[in-house]
Structures are given as C-alpha cells and as structure tokens.
C-alpha cells in the first residue's frame, strides 16, 4: 500500500493496520491516536500513526516506515493553544500574539511583548515535551552545538552558550540577530537562504564571526547539518578559529 500523503483516512489507517475502522476509531475517541477532524471525518497525519504503533508496542507497517523505521519516533507538534486549550493554567491564548497570528512554534515570538507566555522556556511543560526531546542530543556533543531552524536557534548545549556568552536557558528563540555577528550576517543570511532553496554548492563548513558580550567579535568555524528531525532544522557544530 503506497503513503503518498502525510495524511491517511480512517479506512487507509484501518487497512495498513489490518484492523476494522471501529478499532481506529476507538483509539481516535480514546485520545490515544491523535487526529484532525473536519465535519464527520478524520485525518491521521502519518507522524502520529508512527507514534501511537510504536509507543503501543505495535508493529509498524513497512509501508508506513518506508521499510528503514530506526531512531527515535515523535508526534506530529501541536500548536501551543491547542496543547493547553484543556489544561487550567490560567492565560488566555485567545488574547495572545502567537494564538492571533498563528505562530507554528511559539518561542520564536517570545520577544514580543503582547505574548502571553508566563516564563522561559526550560520552565514550560510544552516546550520541553514538545520540543526538547527533538534536540536532546545536542547534550551529548563534545563541541558546542546548537539547532537551528530558519533564522532562530532551537536550543543548544553549554557549550554553544558559553561560546555566544549568553545562558543555556535563553538559546531558544534567539534570532541569528542575536548569535552571529553584524559583519557576518548578510553572510549566515544567505546561507540559510540557500540552503532552504537546495543549493548543493553552500559550503558545510564556513568561518564567520559570533556576537559576544559588548558586540565583541568572536571568530569561529562552524560546520553545519541537515537534520530529519526536526524536519527544515539544521545541526551546527562550532570551533573556535583562535589560537
């Protein structure tokens, strides 16, 4: 059976599974297997589906996994408004800019003021079971390293915080604004742009200059990763250029 979509029906998820709609359908209404509704109908986004088999202990269908399913397996990322439209926390999403202008990760708007966030990130229960799990293992490298997606940083090790001289807690959302140095960013800028469009001629591992305390230039060759988790994220690996 071919997956060309992101997305499956009832009836495809039912026939993939080799089990009846009803069974589908009960794991959909026991909120066990998340799906979208529109009218009377559902769709499973694929990433879910994984997600459900595998952390049910059910097999997972060659079909679905493309026949090479390895690594660690996410769900598909819920929107911050509707994670904690159930939850008794006290904001109002509604009123909120991330809510209002549909901000698929919310903590690249946490430097606008009418975000109704109530503290950083390492204290939000969303972002560390949404998000964190994703790049976890940038605490596992050696040399410091942080994710990227776009023109904000996701997160990053110790490592990379004491290279920008900033704190670990604070890495995610920052603009590349923020990290990289003025004389360096139309550079990084093009980069990004480039490599987003496919440009197989950027090159992996570039110098450029990071911005330190007082704007003070801090010289540093960086290697950088496409990543398929998260999907559009890229791994960058810096060393200091000084000897």
């Known amino acids: 059976m071919a997956i060309p979509n992101e997305t499956l029906s009832v009836a495809q998820t039912s026939a993939l599974c080799g089990v009846g709609r009803s069974t589908v359908g009960y794991w959909i209404r026991s909120t066990r297997l998340r799906a979208n509704r529109t009218g009377k109908n559902y769709s499973i986004p694929r990433e879910e589906l994984l997600f459900f088999l595998k952390s049910t202990g059910r097999n997972i269908p060659d079909d679905l ?32 800019t991330v809510f209002v202008n549909k901000v698929e990760v919310c903590f690249t708007a946490k430097e606008i003021s009418s975000s109704n966030c109530p503290g950083s990130c390492h204290e939000c229960r969303y972002y560390t079971e949404t998000y964190l799990p994703r790049i976890q293992f940038v605490h596992q490298i050696d040399l410091p ?25 604070d890495l995610p959302g920052m603009g590349i604004e923020q990290v990289v140095h003025p004389d360096s960013i139309g550079t990084v800028i093009s980069s990004v742009k480039r490599r987003a469009l496919g440009d197989p001629s950027v090159p992996r591992t570039y110098s450029i200059f990071l911005r330190g305390s007082q704007n003070v230039r ?22 200091s250029n000084e000897d």
């Open 65 to 96: 996994a493309g026949g090479d399913f390895r690594g660690p397996c996410f769900r598909a990322v819920q929107n911050c408004w509707d994670y904690w439209k159930d939850s008794h926390h006290g904001l109002n999403c509604k009123d909120c």
């Open 218 to 239: 801090l010289w540093v060759r960086i290697s950088v990763y496409p990543l398929s988790e998260p999907a559009g994220s890229y791994l960058i690996l810096a060393e």
């Open 145 to 169: 390293a942080a994710v990227y997606k776009g023109f904000e940083v996701w997160g990053g090790n110790r490592g990379w915080a004491e290279l920008c001289e900033v704190e670990e807690k």
